[in-house]
């Protein structure tokens, strides 16, 4: 290694060996846990040589490092202290945040210390990976244009338009580079770019990976997919038609359907999605319900439980689906689907519903940001995976502050796999509004298990 070090970059690193080593620090030796689990224990040796007064300064250092191990835990610290390598053959550092950091010495330790040197045994717990300290930002693709660093231009919606896309491909070459051997967390940058009244408020993101499928035809299904329901032109619809239907039943009521062709399920591989429904009306019912189907040949295959769809609500998330269902050999291409979108009205009076878009939305990995309160124009919503922190700034550089509720786990991109990053955000009144607009920016944290 050229370089072992402890520490943070706000009160710095104490350097164990290599280059920046001063006395006493003579030498390091990592005793590495070759492990699959998650969270591993781990020891390093530090040998000491130097006076007595260095000797006793250096330890006391490790023990405020071991300290601010749990001030950081408490909430009274800002940052992980972290065991940083540099390697021989990389100009860059890795690092692993610790926990339960002890120090060990020999019973007669004391003795060797007053004759300039001494053998400390640091202990340690830390999660199974090393990660780049800096944070890389991975160049975006989508309607908006190919490989845009600094900001990609964001739209709640996708559809044919100029620019109108609600997603950004990462390219599977960028998560290949920078020594990046592990599912890597990222970090999401959302800059609110549209003006007026501040009702941006609840955030969902999710993540689509994929060997062999870089498009986004395959997610989005509008008026023309639908099976069900009269199209009626409107320039406030996405893709500039919405569907409208009406009935009556006491029973489960098929609304509309859409076909997922073959091809199109031999590409999604068997990932799961929520299927996110765009109203392009809200509807004022207090007891309506809705399920979603996967039938095939006249055989329902799957159907999800009911959920409530709310009354003024803009948008329905309904459970999640696999697609295609169930385990396959994947030998040949699966059989086509039919999903279904089922409703019920407890009273059984009449329903109109009006709607535009269907996202087969990511399950996993993927988070929700549920607002405290709305979001202001240039302010920004920042979501750190590898910290496990997220906050939003008045603007860019000042001011962060807790403004929402995070349901889901950490934001992950896979080597050799392209990304598709997935956002829709909500208002106050529960509405996907299709022209809000913001500047989306994606960084990772490049890991990696062996140095």
Known sequence: ??????????????????????????????????SPDPIIQETIEIQLKGTSAQIHQFITRLHQIAQLTLDYQMGS?????????????????????????YLETNPAGFLHQQTGSKVIILHYTRPNYFEDTQAIELPLSGRAGADILTGYPWINHTDSGF????????????????????????????????????TFKDFFFGLYHSFTYASDGHFFYYHNNFLGGTAVADFGAIEGYYK???????????????????????????????????LFAPHAYTDLYMKVALE???????????????????????????????????????LDLNVFLYTYRES??????????VTLFPLAPAASFYGLHNMPVNAVLIDDSSRQRHNM???????????????????????????????????????????????????FYPRRQLL
């Open 77 to 101: 610290y800002q940052s992980p202290q972290y065991l940083r390598f540099q390697p021989t053959d990389d100009p860059v550092y890795f690092a692993s945040p610790l926990s339960q950091v």
């Open 348 to 357: 059984g009076t009449s329903v109109t519903l009006s709607y535009d878009c």
């Open 393 to 443: 700034r008045l603007n860019a550089d000042n001011y962060e502050t807790i403004a929402h509720s995070r349901v889901g786990g950490p934001l992950m991109v896979h080597p050799g796999q392209s990304s598709r990053f997935f956002a829709y955000v909500a208002d106050a009144t529960d509405q996907i509004p299709i022209d809000f607009a913001a500047t989306l920016r994606l960084f």
């Open 1 to 34: 290694m050229y370089q072992i070090a402890l520490g943070d970059d706000l009160r710095g690193f104490l350097v164990l060996d290599g280059v920046l080593a001063e006395p006493p620090a003579f030498k390091a030796t990592p005793f590495f846990n070759f």
């Open 244 to 278: 409208t239907r009406s009935y009556a039943s006491n029973d489960w009521f098929g609304l509309f359907y859409f076909i997922l062709p073959s091809a199109t399920l031999a590409d999604l591989q068997g990932h799961s999605f929520r299927y996110f429904l765009h």
């Open 296 to 334: 095939s040949g006249g055989v329902k295959l799957f159907e999800s439980a009911p959920v409530h769809s709310p009354p003024g609500v803009g948008y329905v998330i309904l459970p999640p689906i696999e697609l295609p269902p169930n385990r396959l050999l994947w030998e040949v291409n699966p």
């Open 163 to 198: 620019f109108h896309g609600s997603t950004a491909l990462i390219k599977s070459t960028y998560l290949t580079t920078h020594s990046n051997h592990l599912p890597a967390p990222l970090r999401v940058s959302f800059a609110r770019s549209t003006t007026g009244a501040p």
